[in-house]
């Protein structure tokens, strides 16, 4: 299994950017698609974004394309999550998480390894 840590939340005001980062180790981090997921309180946890291995192939949640941006850094056996342009529905919990699998994918049993999580917060 790989062990994956996020940093970079915080409290940011409506239409500022925070960048999220999530560092893995363990495993031989270019295998795994990569995914970001959040859940705000009293909700499920719901799919942001994903990449592939290669950091070519990315796919996105309608409610932030155009505003965020997943990237990958495998020498440094690290995903990001660029978001801009904030907005108050984006407050939750943010997770990265790792599926052993060839193609992208947007569901979280898909995943096999997840992080704490980081907390953001948007205030209006």
């Known amino acids: 299994q790989v062990q994956l840590v996020e940093s970079g939340g915080g409290l940011v005001q409506a239409g500022g950017s925070l960048r999220l980062s999530c560092a893995a180790s363990g495993r031989t981090f270019s295998n795994y698609v990569m995914g970001w997921f959040r859940q705000a309180p009293g909700k499920e946890r719901e799919f942001v974004a994903t990449i592939n291995w290669t950091g070519i192939d990315t796919y996105y949640t309608d409610s932030v394309k155009g505003r965020f941006t997943i990237s990958r850094d495998n020498a440094k056996n690290t995903v990001y999550l660029q978001m801009n342009s904030l907005k108050p529905e984006d407050t939750a919990v943010y997770y990265c998480?790792?599926?052993?699998?060839?193609?992208?994918?947007?569901?979280?049993?898909?995943?096999?390894?997840w992080g704490q999580g980081t907390q953001v917060t948007v205030s209006s």
């Open positions: 998480a790792a599926a052993s699998k060839v193609g992208l994918t947007t569901h979280v049993n898909g995943y096999h390894s």
